[in-house]
């Protein structure tokens, strides 16, 4: 099982989004967003399961990791409803965390066992567009990065996004999962 870390963040403060909304329109980067979880199962929490388009991604098991005691998910047979991180210290199969704030912080700082073996960590280089409400930034997840990783490729640019991967030190990984994601981040769509 191998642990998948993906966001795009804006350079320089880490924002990931305002409000609910990712602050850019980057065509591209929701192209590679999609090819890299495509037929994957991903971990969300809340807010960001409730942001995609009918509360779903076609082709993608979703797990929603949520405080709240009675959630309900648009897709019963294929998004499922977690209260507890430590559901994830065993999982089966390959998994990517794909947000929001609280559950990169949650995943990179509760243990080794939680924590991704691969980031995928997406710099967004321009301006943030101007919307309404606060700040979410993932500081404390790039911080973990910078101290637990060691960045295994080189920056690959693309409409004003630069994409590299980062594996956790002294650890193993699945070189199958790391060629796929080579791949999709060398090549520009």
Partial sequence: MTKIAIWC????????GIGPKIPWHIPSDFRRFRKITE???LVVGETTYESFPNRTLPNRDIHILTLTPEY???DKEHHFVHHNIKDFKEFEGNLYICGGAT???LFMTSGA???PDVIV???YMGEL???EGPKVDISISIEAMEKHYKKATPDYEQENVLTSLWVKK???VDQEVLKKLIKIISINN
Avoid: A, P, Q, T
């Avoid at 963040?9 to 990931?16: A, S």
């Fill in 39 to 41: 037929g994957e199962k």
């Fill in 103 to 105: 559950i990169y912080k």
């Fill in 170 to 172: 002294g650890e193993f």
């Fill in 129 to 131: 567009d101007n919307l």
């Fill in 121 to 123: 960590d997406c710099k």
């Fill in 9 to 16: 963040r804006h350079n320089g403060d880490n924002v990931i």
């Fill in 72 to 74: 309900e998910v648009s």
């Fill in 113 to 115: 066992k939680l924590m």
